[in-house]
């Protein structure tokens, strides 16, 4: 491993003296209230025996340093508890550091730390981080160095310093603690060292996340962080490192990201960079990769994408296979959707998993067409999208049939008004598209779960039922609402996970859903989920699972490939391998897609009894 450049190996002339004189003036890197001590002699005979042999240790070379060394033992034995010694063991510990006997650099300068303040306490603390962070310990190098940055007086003491902390903070995944320092590592570097330390920099980010340097040069480009030379000497250095992942991967997402946000800080890279952000209908296909194309347009949206990503996460054993999940989102505007699906598809995605939002699910399917690249469409099924590519697969679940026959057994039973509390996307739209007609599906109050109408705002509409609707996350609140009003509660799919139900209640059913609330009574297909302490999955997550579980299998033969025939023809594997893919569902009974790419499903009606669904 390399270790920081050596204190002995940095120091000139001019440095070496202001370390003496710091030595000597009891300059400190202290805080003002806590005074540090002068290092003097105790008697004149000591300063006149010790004070010439530390001038001559600062000004000498290495050989001549290790000839003085001799010398030490005589007087230490002269003046065995003179103040000045302190100077002499500190360089002792310095030497053993260097020379790797970091038993021996401990032993010299862990009595130092409970010194008095001053600078051989700081040199002392410097040589005991140093020794923890070589012998493997980094988190607590950084946390005993990171209070003496900026406060040393010496220009090689400050440079070992600023190394040691940088390289433990990376080497303790402290990635923007470690940035920070690297700043100040390369602005306290002396003139000539900048471009050494420049050179180690671009090293360390090797092995930094890529999420974490596109934050870090956006944030120093779009602000007005880049205000002196060392900062824009970094900013550069980030950029290149970013364009060289760019063009390795042929990420022609991270490409336009450096494109728009750094252009001016490419150099020689910008000509690359530029021809691979211009080919926005350039593909890929990495092995093992499935994209999901979240939407983030509405907190309901916000909160099944979220379950999305949790279920396919689960279902694609996400770090402990070579499965790879990539996401992008809309960023709430349904412009951006065309955008993000590219993105996904220069990501190496085979197979993309969309129509969260159902607005996205024509885009989707034609962007299909267009790429001959397989989409999964979480969305209920539409005869636009379905009539556009035989490469878009349904997996989503109309919400007609299960809210219209809840809606119907409750006026069988007697209800009046039924009331839809969660307003999810379909049927709003269903209500937007018919406005004057019978109200969708049977209901004849619809509202949101936030604001959550109050009992006598439904009593005045003379509500005598409610159904939560797929979306509704006011599910305790809904219980008690029901009770209060009297009134049957019915539960679409999606709505109420994990609620403790008032027996009677009816629930949509199909698959493991409703989640039985007995733990003694378990799914055998929820075990696994349960003991990796995840909570009660919702439909959301179901879904996301199952589209992974079968997503996973149409991407598990696929090789790299770049090259547009190798792309098409890995493609045309993935959609003919997810048509014949079968593994155990929790949103159906079936195992895989039918002859018209659908999910089949047989949705139930029961009633809630003891914590479960009873037919």
Same mark, same amino acid.
């Given at each position: 491993?390399?270790?920081?450049?050596?204190?002995?190996?940095?120091?000139?002339?001019?440095?070496?003296?202001?370390?003496?004189?710091?030595?000597?003036?009891?300059?400190?890197?202290?805080?003002?209230?806590?005074?540090?001590?002068?290092?003097?002699?105790?008697?004149?005979?000591?300063?006149?025996?010790?004070?010439?042999?530390?001038?001559?240790?600062?000004?000498?070379?290495?050989?001549?340093?290790?000839?003085?060394?001799?010398?030490?033992?005589?007087?230490?034995?002269?003046?065995?508890?003179?103040?000045?010694?302190?100077?002499?063991?500190?360089?002792?510990?310095?030497?053993?550091?260097?020379?790797?006997?970091?038993?021996?650099?401990?032993?010299?300068?862990?009595?130092?730390?409970?010194?008095?303040?001053?600078?051989?306490?700081?040199?002392?603390?410097?040589?005991?981080?140093?020794?923890?962070?070589?012998?493997?310990?980094?988190?607590?190098?950084?946390?005993?160095?990171?209070?003496?940055?900026?406060?040393?007086?010496?220009?090689?003491?400050?440079?070992?310093?600023?190394?040691?902390?940088?390289?433990?903070?990376?080497?303790?995944?402290?990635?923007?603690?470690?940035?920070?320092?690297?700043?100040?590592?390369?602005?306290?570097?002396?003139?000539?060292?900048?471009?050494?330390?420049?050179?180690?920099?671009?090293?360390?980010?090797?092995?930094?996340?890529?999420?974490?340097?596109?934050?870090?040069?956006?944030?120093?480009?779009?602000?007005?962080?880049?205000?002196?030379?060392?900062?824009?000497?970094?900013?550069?250095?980030?950029?290149?490192?970013?364009?060289?992942?760019?063009?390795?991967?042929?990420?022609?997402?991270?490409?336009?990201?450096?494109?728009?946000?750094?252009?001016?800080?490419?150099?020689?890279?910008?000509?690359?960079?530029?021809?691979?952000?211009?080919?926005?209908?350039?593909?890929?296909?990495?092995?093992?990769?499935?994209?999901?194309?979240?939407?983030?347009?509405?907190?309901?949206?916000?909160?099944?994408?979220?379950?999305?990503?949790?279920?396919?996460?689960?279902?694609?054993?996400?770090?402990?296979?070579?499965?790879?999940?990539?996401?992008?989102?809309?960023?709430?505007?349904?412009?951006?959707?065309?955008?993000?699906?590219?993105?996904?598809?220069?990501?190496?995605?085979?197979?993309?998993?969309?129509?969260?939002?159902?607005?996205?699910?024509?885009?989707?399917?034609?962007?299909?067409?267009?790429?001959?690249?397989?989409?999964?469409?979480?969305?209920?099924?539409?005869?636009?999208?379905?009539?556009?590519?035989?490469?878009?697969?349904?997996?989503?679940?109309?919400?007609?049939?299960?809210? &219209?026959?809840? !809606? =119907?057994? +409750?006026?069988?039973? #007697?209800? %009046?008004?039924? @009331?839809?509390?969660?307003?999810?996307?379909? $049927?709003?739209?269903?209500?937007?598209?018919?406005?004057?007609?019978?109200?969708?599906?049977?209901?004849?109050?619809?509202?949101?779960?936030?604001?959550?109408?109050?009992?006598?705002?439904?009593?005045?509409?003379?509500?005598?039922?409610?159904?939560?609707?797929?979306?509704?996350?006011?599910?305790?609140?809904?219980?008690?609402?029901?009770?209060?009003?009297?009134?049957?509660?019915?539960?679409?799919?999606?709505?109420?996970?994990?609620?403790?139900?008032?027996?009677?209640?009816?629930?949509?059913?199909?698959?493991?859903?409703?989640?039985?609330?007995?733990?003694?009574?378990?799914?055998?297909?929820?075990?696994?989920?349960?003991?990796?302490?995840?909570?009660?999955?919702?439909?959301?997550?179901?879904? &996301?699972?199952? !589209? =992974?579980? +079968?997503?996973?299998? #149409?991407? %598990?033969?696929? @090789?790299?490939?770049?090259?547009?025939?190798? $792309?098409?023809?890995?493609?045309?594997?993935?959609?003919?391998?997810?048509?014949?893919?079968?593994?155990?569902?929790?949103?159906?009974?079936?195992?895989?897609?039918?002859?018209?790419?659908?999910?089949?499903?047989?949705?139930?009606?029961?009633?809630?009894?003891?914590?479960?669904?009873?037919?």
């Amino acid at each position: 491993m390399r270790h920081a450049t050596s204190f002995r190996c940095g120091l000139r002339t001019a440095s070496r003296l202001v370390l003496l004189a710091a030595l000597s003036a009891c300059a400190s890197s202290r805080p003002a209230d806590t005074a540090p001590e002068a290092t003097l002699g105790a008697t004149a005979e000591a300063e006149q025996a010790i004070r010439p042999m530390i001038r001559r240790w600062l000004l000498a070379s290495q050989a001549e340093r290790r000839a003085q060394a001799a010398g030490w033992p005589r007087v230490e034995a002269s003046f065995p508890s003179d103040p000045l010694l302190r100077v002499v063991t500190v360089f002792k510990a310095w030497e053993a550091l260097d020379g790797g006997a970091y038993a021996e650099a401990l032993r010299l300068a862990r009595p130092l730390l409970d010194g008095p303040a001053g600078t051989v306490r700081d040199l002392a603390t410097l040589v005991v981080g140093a020794t923890e962070r070589r012998t493997g310990h980094p988190k607590e190098a950084f946390s005993r160095l990171i209070p003496l940055l900026h406060k040393l007086v010496d220009a090689p003491a400050t440079a070992l310093l600023d190394d040691e902390l940088v390289r433990a903070a990376v080497a303790a995944r402290e990635w923007h603690p470690a940035l920070r320092v690297m700043d100040a590592w390369l602005f306290e570097s002396a003139p000539g060292e900048k471009v050494a330390v420049l050179r180690e920099i671009s090293a360390l980010l090797e092995g930094f996340p890529d999420a974490v340097l596109v934050a870090e040069l956006r944030g120093r480009t779009r602000g007005e962080n880049v205000a002196t030379h060392e900062q824009l000497q970094f900013a550069e250095t980030l950029a290149h490192r970013l364009a060289s992942i760019a063009v390795a991967g042929q990420d022609v997402r991270l490409a336009r990201v450096l494109l728009d946000d750094a252009g001016a800080l490419l150099g020689s890279a910008g000509e690359e960079i530029a021809k691979l952000a211009g080919d926005r209908s350039r593909g890929r296909v990495a092995a093992h990769t499935v994209g999901v194309l979240l939407a983030l347009g509405s907190p309901t949206l916000q909160r099944r994408s979220a379950d999305v990503v949790t279920g396919m996460a689960f279902g694609m054993r996400i770090g402990d296979t070579d499965a790879r999940l990539v996401a992008r989102d809309d960023v709430g505007d349904e412009g951006r959707v065309e955008r993000a699906l590219m993105e996904l598809a220069a990501e190496g995605a085979a197979v993309i998993v969309a129509g969260i939002d159902a607005r996205h699910a024509v885009t989707a399917a034609r962007f299909a067409t267009e790429q001959g690249l397989t989409v999964v469409l979480l969305a209920e099924e539409s005869p636009v999208a379905r009539a556009a590519s035989p490469q878009v697969f349904f997996l989503g679940q109309d919400a007609e049939p299960s809210v &219209g026959a809840l !809606a =119907a057994l +409750l006026r069988s039973n #007697g209800a %009046k008004v039924v @009331a839809g509390l969660g307003l999810p996307v379909p $049927v709003a739209e269903a209500r937007a598209r018919e406005p004057l007609g019978e109200p969708a599906f049977g209901i004849g109050f619809e509202a949101p779960c936030a604001p959550l109408p109050l009992a006598d705002a439904l009593r005045s509409e003379r509500v005598d039922a409610l159904v939560a609707l797929d979306g509704a996350h006011c599910g305790s609140e809904l219980v008690e609402l029901s009770r209060s009003l009297r009134a049957p509660l019915a539960v679409g799919l999606g709505a109420m996970t994990g609620v403790p139900l008032p027996d009677g209640s009816l629930v949509a059913s199909v698959g493991i859903f409703p989640v039985s609330s007995d733990r003694s009574n378990l799914d055998p297909r929820l075990v696994g989920w349960f003991e990796s302490g995840r909570p009660t999955p919702t439909w959301w997550m179901g879904l &996301g699972r199952d !589209a =992974a579980v +079968l997503a996973v299998r #149409g991407v %598990k033969d696929l @090789a790299d490939s770049a090259t547009d025939a190798d $792309v098409r023809a890995r493609r045309r594997e993935a959609t003919v391998a997810l048509a014949a893919a079968r593994d155990e569902l929790w949103t159906s009974g079936a195992r895989g897609f039918d002859a018209q790419r659908m999910l089949p499903r047989s949705v139930s009606i029961a009633r809630w009894r003891g914590g479960k669904a009873v037919p």
